[in-house]
């Protein structure tokens, strides 16, 4: 799944931007920089700048058109579902995911890997950073879409 959405971004990022020939700091928007000739052409995204290869550009659209997931949001919100509102201790009352967040931190944190492994795996969400910032695989796939890729 990762790879094929990886090539459809890949695809979509030529799109995006103009070639360039950085000796002669020109656009070759036919792949043949005009004045020299070379074909060793950059890419060159208006208001970005320019660079080889197209990862800065997935990196680009990434970061300023699709959200990302926040999984912690996301894990707390599933937990409320699974829970109840309240526990009662005594005869106090509280509030049942701040309780188990502040009182087992580190039970918090693994039941929070756990549940981001499973997301991964069920093919819910993808990393292209290692796992730092997470994105929805629906909203990918509706963004490709959307892009004709």
């Known amino acids: ?6 090539q459809k971004l890949e695809q979509i990022a030529p799109n995006r931007s103009i070639p360039f020939c950085y ?17 060793d052409l950059m890419r060159f995204l208006p208001e970005v700048g320019c660079e080889y ?5 997935i ?3 990434l970061e300023t ?14 937990m409320r579902q699974c829970y109840p509102e309240e526990t009662k201790v005594g005869w106090m009352t509280f509030d049942t995911v701040t309780l188990m967040k502040e009182n087992d931190p580190v039970g918090w944190r693994c ?8 997301e991964e795996s ?3 969400i993808i990393s292209f950073d290692g796992g730092s910032t997470y994105f929805s695989i629906q909203s990918l796939e509706d963004f490709i879409e959307q892009e004709g890729a």
Request: aromatic share 8%.
């Open 65 to 78: 058109e699709l959200e990302t997931v926040d999984l912690e949001e996301v894990f707390e919100e599933s």
């Open 1 to 6: 799944m990762k790879n094929e959405i990886q």
């Open 122 to 124: 069920e093919g819910n």
């Open 111 to 118: 039941a929070l890997s756990d549940y981001e492994s499973e």
């Open 23 to 39: 000796g002669c700091y020109k656009e070759a928007p036919t792949g043949c920089c005009k004045s020299c000739g070379s074909d």
């Open 53 to 57: 290869g197209t990862n800065w550009i």
């Open 59 to 61: 990196k680009h659209i």
